[in-house]
């Protein structure tokens, strides 16, 4: 079961703005914490913001004051406010959760399988 689903992604012009969402599912409990990661070909998974279960966030540099990351407690669904969209931007962007499940009381990290970013110059 795919317990994190990420859409939203698609090609945009520098200077464009993208909106990811991240759907969690799967007879939640509690979630922890989640994050938004990015990987570009060739290059490492980084971080690119987390935010925590008291709303607390955390950007890379490289992001900030461009991209806001927000969530619905209600909806178990965390987002991604992408702007003024770069093409060093351009990656895989996965959705990343600590959450514990009814099935299993006990927290465990979860990812989605990925949504394609594309910034062209």
């Known amino acids: 079961q795919r317990h994190l689903v990420e859409s939203g992604g698609g090609l945009v012009q520098t200077g464009g703005a993208l909106r990811l969402s991240c759907q969690a599912s799967?007879?939640?409990?509690?979630?922890?914490?989640m994050a938004w990661y990015r990987q570009a070909p060739g290059k490492q998974r980084e971080l690119v913001a987390r935010?925590?279960?008291?709303?607390?966030?955390y950007y890379v540099d490289s992001v900030k004051g461009r991209f806001t990351i927000s969530k619905d407690n209600d909806k178990h669904t965390l987002y991604l406010q992408m702007n003024s969209l770069k093409p060093e931007d351009t990656a895989v962007y996965y959705c990343?959760?600590?959450?514990?499940?009814?099935?299993?009381?006990?927290?465990?990290?979860?990812w989605g399988q990925g949504t394609q970013v594309t910034v062209s110059s």
């Open positions: 990343n959760a600590v959450m514990m499940l009814r099935t299993n009381l006990d927290f465990s990290e979860y």
């Open positions: 799967g007879n939640i409990y509690s979630i922890n914490r």
């Open positions: 935010i925590g279960s008291g709303d607390n966030t």
